[in-house]
């Protein structure tokens, strides 16, 4: 079977290339790849190459494929695991295995350590590590980019199941958000604060009575408010609040206001701001967490915390980075059931998109950009469809589907891509 992947042969060294994968093992899995998501853990891999830690310090001479945020369909299942998956089956991969046996010991991931494995390639061959661990999870919702943004949406669920919370005279931490508490989700309304919003609002436990928006770029805070209704939210049992910031002479204290003055149970901070984290760390209340969810680049990153309240008002922080097996298959079950992650997904390509696109991601605007592998199209805004569609008609239907979404990317569209895009 041939295959063509995006490989890492250095620093900013990516390259679309075919070649042949080998016959799989009895214990192993043959798998075409539909749809991948880049992500900025792939953008620092390509940049440090073997100086990161999952990849092996042999790529000059072993490639490895990259990309781990991928979904596909199951072509052939080795003897061992006919039992658990069959050909046909649409797929997700959990990318954060550990398995002391992998190429790098304990820090082995598909997109950053396999020759064989990666979410920018046509075909892969999903090894003995991830089975072994249950990371190759079924999906048996809609289309296929759900699946393919589990992993980011996972991050989102791992931070609410992480935050914690006390009880006086106890010293066993309760984890989790309050049920029926109050929550802000601070820089909230790019890719990941949608995601936040979302998972929020469509799970059926541990749900806040009051959820406060903040940003302070008003377009970016209406279109949440478009997507993600306060209407909706009152339905599911929550008063939502998008507030811009920039327009509060206190925001501090204008934001406490809408508590009562109390403060916050729950502040997940999504941007890397010190100023934005001293906010969070003011805002909370009594046995208060804060979870530093957006991950600095800056290895010095520091930002001052009220520890008399740590003392005396219990307030406490936690940062999470990813989440785990169960996040995933939370993800999954999820969205089978009905959410639609689509509001990460701002920009369109196919597989020679790849290296460019990797190595220039914190420089392109918007949400996730989300890869088609078997197609060869140039990374494109969903925003510039009805323009480009003036000249070629298949991004003029691609138009019309997404807007008849709210301008979001959806199962439609996906559908009409796969059947007409140019394949590679």
């Known amino acids: 079977m041939k295959t063509k992947a995006v490989r890492l042969y250095g620093k900013k060294d990516l390259r679309v290339e075919e070649f042949e994968l080998p016959a799989i093992s009895d214990d192993e899995i043959l798998a075409k790849v539909v749809t991948d998501s880049l992500c900025m853990s792939s953008y ?31 072509v052939e299942v080795g003897a061992n695991w006919q039992s658990k998956f069959t050909a046909g089956q649409k797929f997700s991969i959990q990318p954060a295995i550990y398995y002391e046996d992998g190429p790098v010991g304990v820090l082995s991931a598909p997109g950053y350590s396999y020759k064989y494995i990666g979410g920018d390639a046509t075909y892969v061959i999903i090894p003995k590590d991830v089975l072994v ?11 296929y980019y759900p699946a393919s943004l589990a992993e980011p949406l996972s991050c ?13 005279g106890s010293y066993v931490h309760k984890m989790e ?3 029926g ?3 802000a989700i601070l820089a909230g ?3 990941m604060g949608l995601a936040a919003i979302n998972y929020v609002l469509r799970r059926e436990d541990k749900k806040p009575s009051l959820m406060v928006v903040t940003d302070i770029d008003q377009t970016r805070l209406d279109r949440a408010a478009e997507l993600y209704t306060v209407e909706f939210a009152k339905e599911r049992g929550i008063e939502l609040k998008y507030i811009n910031t920039a327009e509060m002479a206190d925001p501090v204290t ?26 969070g760390d003011a805002i909370l209340g009594f046995d208060g967490c804060l ?10 990153f520091t930002a001052k915390m009220n520890f008399y309240n740590v003392h005396y008002a219990y307030t406490h922080i936690v940062g999470t980075s990813g989440g785990n097996t169960d996040d995933m298959k939370e993800a999954l079950e999820i969205m089978t059931a009905g959410l639609d992650p689509a509001g990460l997904v701002t920009h369109i390509g196919g597989l020679n998109a790849v290296p460019e696109a990797t190595l220039n991601l914190p420089n392109i605007p918007g949400g996730k950009k989300l890869i088609y592998t078997h197609y060869d199209f140039p990374l494109t805004a969903i925003a510039e469809f009805e323009e480009k569609g003036k000249e070629n008609p298949v991004y003029g239907e691609l138009d019309k589907l997404c807007k008849k979404y709210m301008g979001l990317w959806n199962v439609e569209a996906e559908a009409y891509l796969l059947e007409n895009g140019d394949k590679l």
């Open 44 to 74: 620092k891999a390509a940049n440090q190459a073997s100086d990161h830690k999952r990849i092996p310090d042999d790529i000059a001479g072993n490639p490895i494929m990259i990309g781990h945020e991928f979904a596909g369909e199951i």
């Open 133 to 143: 661990q249950d990371c190759l999870l079924a999906y048996e919702g809609p289309g």
């Open 156 to 168: 989102v669920i791992g931070a609410m199941h992480a935050n914690y919370h006390t009880t006086a």
């Open 177 to 179: 958000i309050v049920d």
């Open 181 to 183: 508490g109050k929550m």
């Open 189 to 191: 309304v790019g890719p």
């Open 254 to 279: 204008g934001l406490k206001e809408l508590t009562g003055g109390k403060g916050y149970d729950d502040v997940f901070v999504f941007a890397p701001v010190a100023p934005v984290v001293e906010q």
């Open 291 to 300: 979870n530093f969810f957006a991950g600095p680049s800056n290895t010095e």
